[in-house]
């Protein structure tokens, strides 16, 4: 799920702190800090002063909250997209997928892609050209149909596989 987690919400955070003036940054960080503590949710006091450092757990936490922390600070489909990304996202946590299921969560996908790419399109430098997102769209579907549940998909090296790398490389220095 870092796939999601780590890659597509991280853009999507990052993506709306571009299109956001400075005032509604500012807004959302306070409306963030001012979250009451509860167990079990991170508390970012100080807002979102560096997502780059945040975990997958704590991505899960915003999830949890931005809809609304930024509802009302620009527009109805940026708390539209949130709202579209929790749906997909509850989809893809399940762990087993019936037809039926794969397309209701393939319209999820297709929604929030939408929107996301109508929101944030001039704020991405690659012009919606990334990986994460492509393989999200078009491949995660049939990835579902052919190997089940996603829980632990990602387009990264396995930190094993790395490891073994890694090893392998310093024994043939030897």
Not at 3 to 12: A, E, P, R, T, V
Not at 103 to 123: G, M, P, S, T, Y
């Amino acid at each position: 799920m870092h796939h999601l987690d780590l890659g597509l919400y991280h853009y999507q955070i990052e993506f709306t702190k571009g299109i956001l003036g400075r005032s509604s940054i500012d807004k959302m960080n306070e409306r963030i800090g001012a979250i009451p503590r509860y167990p079990g949710l991170k508390i970012f006091s100080k807002g979102l002063q560096s997502i780059a450092r945040l975990t997958a757990s704590e991505h899960r936490d915003l999830m949890k909250v931005m809809v609304f922390v930024i509802d009302g600070l620009l527009s109805d489909d940026l708390s539209e997209v949130y709202v579209k990304w929790n749906e997909m996202y509850i989809l893809s946590r399940l762990e087993i997928f019936k037809e039926s299921d794969l397309e209701k969560f393939q319209k999820a996908i297709n929604e929030w892609a939408d929107l996301f790419v109508i929101l944030f399109r001039k704020k991405s430098d690659s012009k919606m050209k990334f990986s994460k997102f492509h393989s999200w769209i078009f491949h995660i579907v049939d990835t579902i149909r052919e190997y089940r549940a996603i829980n632990g998909y990602t387009t990264e090296t396995s930190v094993r596989n790395r490891e073994y790398k890694i090893a392998i490389n310093r024994l043939s220095t030897i």
